[in-house]
């Protein structure tokens, strides 16, 4: 292990700062709230900061505004960690996602356009950063999905946009591993969040999906949040350009029917 996992356990207050890109969200908000309870120091980064405040993340979070999908707002975050973590950057989250359940000849020019934004050109964005400001090594954690690892129907755009992410992941870590910078992911199937309550809200649909896991539930928040801070942890320095599927079976098992 590296020196940095020599951190009193389950203390992350002497690591360095932290950023969690849509912390509003039902993942972000709990990674944010996961590192909290360690102590991090954590800027807490969301388009809704009127949001952010609401969820009452703890008076050692900064909540600050932001669009990932604008660059300067991403610079503005990393200066911010640099400066609330001491002059050091210890991990980052990129928690900002989208879903679009449309085959490509309905998906209009928009639309994907929307969804490449939101998902593989705002983790370019964080890549970037992260390789001009974490000079000294650290993490971060990208969020892919299920889909982009095996065939689903109608989920064309976001399989391309997140085995983008994905490829971005492997790039990145061997660009930066000299250095001590890892880049690495988690790959979830359907979990319960806002974003996903036009599924999880209709008992047909969600029925169908807990039938397409092959653990026979959907995800929860927790599920991933607890994936990306251990990937977050420097006690964990030596797993990089890895893509961890939390997405109880989903992309990988087919499993006899269920008696």
């Not at 964005?125 to 129907?153: D, K, N, Q, Y």
């Not at 199937?189 to 309550?197: A, I, K, N, P």
């Not at 999906?209 to 990937?231: K, Q, T, Y």
Request: one cysteine or more.
């Amino acid at each position: 292990m590296g020196e940095a996992s020599v951190m009193r356990e389950g203390d992350f207050s002497e690591s360095g700062g932290f950023i969690v890109f849509g912390a509003s969200g039902g993942i972000g908000s709990a990674v944010v709230r996961a590192l909290s309870a360690r102590d991090a120091h954590v800027v807490a980064a969301a388009r809704g900061v009127n949001r952010l405040a609401a969820l009452d993340l703890g008076s050692a979070v900064r909540n600050t505004p932001c669009d990932v999908t604008a660059p300067g707002q991403v610079e503005e975050c990393f200066q911010q960690a640099l400066e609330f973590g001491g002059g050091a950057i210890a991990g980052v989250a990129l928690c900002v996602g989208s879903i679009l359940l449309k085959p490509a000849h309905l998906t209009t020019d928009a639309e994907w356009d929307d969804v490449l934004a939101r998902n593989l050109t705002a983790a370019f964005h964080v890549a970037r950063c992260a390789g001009r400001v974490m000079r000294e090594g650290g993490s971060v954690v990208f969020c892919s999905t299920a889909a982009a690892g095996t065939g689903l129907a109608n989920h064309d755009a976001i399989a391309a946009a997140k085995a983008g992410v994905e490829g971005l992941v492997r790039s990145a870590a061997a660009t930066y591993a000299a250095r001590g910078l890892r880049f690495n992911a988690v790959a979830p199937g359907l979990v319960r969040t806002g974003m996903s309550e036009s599924i999880t809200g209709n008992e047909r649909a969600l029925e169908t999906s807990r039938a397409m896991h092959p653990l026979g539930r959907i995800g929860e928040p927790n599920d991933v949040s607890s994936a990306i801070v251990w990937l977050l942890d420097p006690a964990n320095d030596w797993v990089t350009g890895h893509v961890l599927r939390v997405d109880g079976g989903l992309a990988r098992l087919r499993p006899v029917s269920r008696r």
